[in-house]
């Protein structure tokens, strides 16, 4: 595989450079407006498409699409490529049509209404990942594959220079999680997790609280996430093997998984229900509320010291094998318990000495009330602010700051929900080490913090 050669980094380079001066990231003169002309923007003052930040799209499936839409509405942004092992099918939410191709069309009709001809041809399509990396007018990329296809385009991106869009939950092992913040650091890329909370004001507000004592010496976390396993694809009652269906790559869909016989239930929207490629509902929504927890604990460059209490229910199926009900503890140095089920109340509550605070998409609550009146002045813990998630990345792109959801964090909140994934499967409490990230004196958990991957797959060094 051909990697960037240096022109076209620096070819990259002088792109965001030149965002960066025009779209006023940087003055140029200190002390003045900057005022940049239509003329150098491009049309009635848009950015001109060779000077936006060029995207490619890896797997649009349902998210992917969704996201591929949110970034077409920033005119910063030019969609170039896009890419998917399926060429067009169903199984993605309520059994609805997803793909390259349905993406291309996306893409060309969005970009030709903005035409004088009303027509548009120039996003490319793409079966291989791989290939979207290797493009040399690729300045970033998004990552919306399964969980078990997270961790090798993001390495091999991160060495060819490309900055990073993934959706949680950020890798499907510790080890690959591990892997991917390395890569990122190492070639100094800017990376953002999907865990969109990061960018809600209500969760921001509610951290805040903790992070500054509002709610007295913090005693306690309840993270409330979804149980079982719905047919989200609308294909449950096609669980048994079938032919592949024309323009589907199943094996390069697979990867690095084990290989298995192709059946629809098994792609799409419902792969988050086998081990195989997901951890299920605690590991599918582990890059949200839990996230948080850490967000609000301060703890989101660390971790848990015991994981213990694990107690799974699985329910007996011929494909979708995980847990259908959930509840563990993870014990912080601190004395901080944080306690995930899918019992709890759906969202976040911190409890503390003097007070709680509950936060949930949409809703914020507060004893007493009087808290979700809080102001924050000089000394306070303040948290990064971003308004739109997707605004936020470009916005980093262009500046080279960090994201309000970086990479290192996805990693260390994604490692309780799988370090509580082992515990259950092995009916046993742990003892981790959040430094050296290793499970102490139990060979068999932390011998599961990794999988072997399928050849000829390897995890990039």
Known sequence: MSMLDQSTFNLGRSRRQFLRTTLGVSAAVVGFPQIVPSSVLGLNGAT????????????????????????????????????????????????????????REI????????????????????????????????????????????????????????????????ALTVAEGRAMSDAVARHNRVFQTGSQQRSDRRFRHGCELVRNGRIGRLIEVECGLPGGRPDLGKNGHRKLPEPVPAGFDFDLWLGPAPEVPYAPARVGVNFRWIYDHSGGQLTDWGGHHPDIAQWGMGTSYSGPVRIRNAKGVWEEDELWNTATQYYFEAEYRSGVLLKISDKFKMGVTFKGTDGW????????????????????????????????????????????????????????????????????????????DPEREQVIGDHSAHSMLNRPYRAPWVLPS
């Open 48 to 103: 001109a498409p060779s000077n936006r930040i060029a995207i490619g799209m890896i797997g649009t499936g349902n998210q992917g699409t969704n996201d591929l839409k949110s970034f077409l509405r920033d005119e910063r942004v030019q969609i170039v490529a896009v890419c998917d092992v399926n060429q067009r099918g169903a199984g993605y939410w309520n059994g609805g049509i997803a793909g390259r191709e349905p993406a």
């Open 357 to 432: 605070v509950y936060v949930n998409r949409g809703q914020i609550d507060a004893h007493p009330k009087s808290l979700l009146d809080e102001t924050f002045g000089e000394g306070d813990v303040r948290l990064p602010v971003s308004d739109n998630h997707f605004r936020n990345f470009i916005d980093c792109v262009i500046s080279r700051e960090e994201p309000v959801a970086p990479v290192e964090q996805a990693h260390r909140s994604i490692s309780i929900c799988h370090l509580g994934n082992i515990a259950m499967l092995l009916g046993r409490d742990l003892q981790w």
């Open 107 to 170: 893409v060309e009709k969005y970009y030709g209404e903005k035409r004088p001809s009303g027509q548009y041809r120039g996003c490319g399509t793409h079966r291989d990942f791989r290939d979207v990396i290797d493009r040399k007018d690729v300045d970033a990329i998004e990552v919306a594959t399964p969980d078990h296809w997270h961790a090798i385009p993001t390495i091999l991106a991160a060495k060819a220079g490309k900055d990073i869009y993934c959706q949680k939950p950020l």
